[in-house]
């Protein structure tokens, strides 16, 4: 048997997931093919990786985090020692080097050579300028949120809409966009992180809209409470209609229903 | 998971002891950085505390908190992307009596791991250290089992490349990053 034809079943036997003839196949394979053999060997090499050991300040940690919470202050609670050493040199270097960073780079570049040139040019007024430049930069980042939000992996979407965040206000055309990822993206947490960066618009008449909108379609319940909890944050009177849809639907997951029973009654 | 979901909190406890080394092992394999680690491993129980209403009874609960700590990891590296490179330093202590070969294999197994692209990493990590079945794995990662068996073998064929790779110039990376200009960082 060739070695493609074992790939389908190679998986299976490192999990020891075979039996019988389909079992004999892949150890009779194993024995004339050094590559596969060596594949499996690396398998059970992995095992001898040994496991690291938390320390055993996690425990206090975590003890502390869950009485916090228990006393109303679960935001927050969670120190973040790592913080601190993300601000090395070296860390902002490496960033540089990812794909956001150079995107971020080119920026700075473009805003370098934008400035360079109207100095040397001899620009009529510097505020003037700098407020041209600044809007350019601006649109540049919205674009480079449009383009993310466009891709095919989650992960590149979810930089998008971390983008997003960094302008106060957004264009029309990325707040249309961030409002489309939040109802149809694939993925829920893209879908989340898009609810989060556009609780900061709520003063746009057609956020609050299309938040209640989605409420009606989203069926992960996750995100049905995430909605929720947004209209109560933002203390939105007109949502207790919608609500009230919600919690009449005959399939909805219990724990969204009393979510939307205690939204109800915040809001009344 | 159930008595946390309905409001008894000194069971996430339980939960803690239970999962909270498998967790931190998870991240450890796929950032090789332990203070991050033990940070996501909070994070995770934070998380379950706060969206315990959304577990669903009759979910497998393993599944449910390897999503948990999917999402944190990709939320913490959405806000910071710098990742920390591997260095040898950050290699995990081989248990002591292993033999001098079996320990250099290890290590080199090891930063072999490190040097592989993230996504087949994470699928090594899962299935093979969490030893979570391909049905779970495929659940999490939102694709078939099938893809998720081809991911594996390509995984597993990248991570041999590599493997002969480093045997053939065991430079350390310190030295190559080094060469790079980075200056090599330690585990805290």
Redesign the interface.
């Known amino acids: 048997m060739k070695c493609e034809e074992i ?2 079943l ?3 036997y ?2 020891q ?1 075979l039996q019988g003839e389909r079992k004999n196949i892949v150890e009779r394979h194993l024995e004339s093919c050094v ?1 596969c053999r ?2 499996a060997g ?2 059970k ?11 055993p ?3 206090a ?3 502390a ?2 009485q916090a ?2 006393a109303g202050q ?1 935001s927050g ?2 120190t ?3 913080t601190d ?2 601000t090395s040199i ?6 540089l080097r ?1 794909p ?2 150079a995107v971020a780079w080119s920026i700075a570049l473009v805003a370098l050579g934008t400035y360079l040139g109207l100095q040397l040019g001899g620009a009529k007024s510097n505020s003037q300028d700098l407020a041209a430049m600044h809007t350019e930069l601006t649109s540049m980042r919205q674009m480079v949120a449009l383009s993310m939000l466009q891709q095919q992996s989650a ?1 590149q979407r ?2 998008g809409v ?1 983008w997003t965040r960094r302008e106060e206000h957004l264009d029309p055309q990325v707040l249309s966009a961030l409002m489309h990822t939040l109802r149809y993206d ?2 829920v ?1 893209v879908r989340l ?1 898009a609810l989060d960066a556009l609780s900061r618009h709520a003063g746009q008449p057609q956020v609050k809209k299309t938040v209640l909108d989605a409420l009606q379609e989203q069926q992960s ?2 995100m049905q ?1 995430a909605l929720i909890d947004q209209l109560v944050e933002w203390r939105d009177a007109e949502a207790a209609p919608g609500l009230e849809k919600l919690r009449k639907l005959p399939n909805l ?1 219990p ?1 969204v229903r ?2 939307a029973d205690w939204a109800i009654s915040k809001l009344n | 998971m159930l008595q946390v979901r309905d409001g008894a ?1 000194e069971m ?2 339980v939960l ?1 002891e239970r999962y ?2 498998p967790l ?2 998870f991240y ?2 796929l950032t090789g ?7 996501l ?3 995770v ?2 998380r379950i ?3 315990r ?2 577990f ?1 009874d009759g979910t497998p609960f393993r599944a449910w908190i390897y999503q948990i700590a999917r ?1 944190a990891r ?2 913490h ?7 920390v ?1 591997f260095e040898p330093e950050m290699a ?4 002591p009596g ?1 033999p001098a070969q ?1 320990q250099q ?2 290590e080199l ?2 930063r072999a ?1 490190m040097e592989l692209p993230e996504e087949k990493r994470e699928l ?1 990590v899962l ?3 969490q030893e979570l ?2 049905e779970d794995v495929a659940r999490l990662v ?1 694709c078939g089992v099938a893809t ?3 991911r ?2 390509r995984a ?2 990248e ?2 490349q590599i ?1 002969h790779q480093l045997q053939a110039a065991p430079a350390s990376s310190a030295q190559r990053a080094a060469a790079q200009n ?2 090599p ?1 330690r585990m ?1």
């Not at chain 1, 070296?90 to 960033?95: A, P």
């Not at chain 2, 995990?92 to 248990?95: L, N, Q, R, S």
């Open positions: 790939a389908e190679l998986p299976d490192l999990q997931g590559e060596e594949v690396l398998w090499q992995l095992a001898l990786i040994p496991d690291e050991q938390p320390s300040a996690g425990r940690r975590f003890d985090m869950l919470y228990q679960g609670v969670v973040r020692r790592t050493k993300g070296w860390s902002v270097f490496q960033w990812s956001v960073g992960s979810l930089e971390t694939q993925s947490d992180a319940p996750l409470v997951n724990t009393q979510r | 909190g996430l406890g803690f909270h080394a931190y092992n450890a394999k950085d332990r203070a991050l680690s033990e940070d491993v909070q994070e129980f934070l505390l706060r969206h209403q959304t669903r999402n990709i939320d590296f959405r806000k910071s992307r710098p990742q490179p995990p202590a081989v248990a292993d079996q294999e290890s197994l090891h791991m090594l299935c093979r250290f079945p391909y939102g998720v068996k081809v594996i073998h597993m064929q991570l041999r493997f980075f200056p960082r805290t």
